[in-house]
């Protein structure tokens, strides 16, 4: 399968505390971003991450790329009941192209 | 600048039958893709349509099949359904799908086949 995998399937945290998601993908990629999912809806954008970057941070998101261990992680702090979603790294391959592989999600629980 | 929009939002059908869905990308974007989300399968990739042409295709057999308009809307049908063609039928556009062009993705299209 070309699907990517993340890790945990499933966290559950309190409020505040931090939430750390990981993703793996299997070929060479142009960039990978990073959705939520709420309830089987459709698929919030949350940020992208080009090849040649390492870091990157939007408001309380904070994601990681390591194309040496193709591995991505996606780090939410000080987390609130509101972000209890599903999360999905998707990796976009080489060149120009509007295909993305998705991992398998993670859900996460923040309990009030 | 308007979303991504997806019509229906809900479709019973029956076996046999065939559906087309339809997809209206953000304006400007040239790029829309399809995607098959089921519990068992995740998040799997259809294909992708480019200034109306077929760009990339995934694993699905030829009963799904697609389109895409001058205006770059998009359309896809799937023809003498199955049940496992169940599914949350989701659209993704983007710019044109270089390093830097986010992809946003319309609220979906629930497919139940009875």
């Known amino acids: 399968s070309q699907q990517g995998e993340e890790d945990p399937q499933a966290l559950s945290i309190q409020e505040g505390e931090n939430a750390t998601m990981n993703c793996s993908y299997k070929?060479?990629?142009?960039?990978l971003q990073w959705y939520r999912q709420n309830s089987g809806r459709g698929l919030v954008h949350l940020i992208l991450?080009?090849?040649?970057?390492r870091e990157k941070h939007s408001g309380r998101l904070r994601v990681t790329l390591d194309t040496s261990k193709k591995s991505s992680s996606l780090l939410i702090t000080a987390s609130r009941a509101a972000d209890t979603a599903s999360y999905f790294c998707?990796?976009?391959?080489?060149?120009?192209?509007?295909?993305?592989?998705f991992g398998q999600g993670t859900t996460l629980q923040v309990k009030p | 600048k308007a979303g991504v929009t997806q019509t229906p939002r809900y479709l019973i059908k029956t076996r046999g039958q065939q559906v087309t869905l339809s997809c209206s990308p953000i304006?400007?974007?040239?790029?829309v893709s399809w995607y098959q989300q089921t519990p068992g399968q995740g998040l799997q990739f259809l294909f992708e349509?480019?200034?109306?042409?077929?760009?990339n295709k995934g694993n699905f057999p030829g009963r799904f099949s697609g389109r895409q308009f001058s205006n770059s809307r998009s359309e896809m049908n799937v023809s003498t359904l199955e049940l496992g063609d169940s599914a949350l039928y989701l659209c993704?556009?983007?710019?044109?799908?270089?390093?830097?062009?986010?992809?946003?993705f319309g609220p979906g299209t629930r497919l139940t086949v009875t």
């Open positions: 998707a990796s976009r391959g080489s060149g120009n192209t509007g295909k993305l592989i």
């Open positions: 304006s400007g974007h040239r790029s």
């Open positions: 349509y480019f200034s109306e042409t077929q760009r």
């Open positions: 070929t060479s990629i142009n960039n």
């Open positions: 993704a556009s983007t710019l044109a799908g270089g390093p830097i062009d986010e992809q946003y």
């Open positions: 991450i080009r090849s040649n970057e």
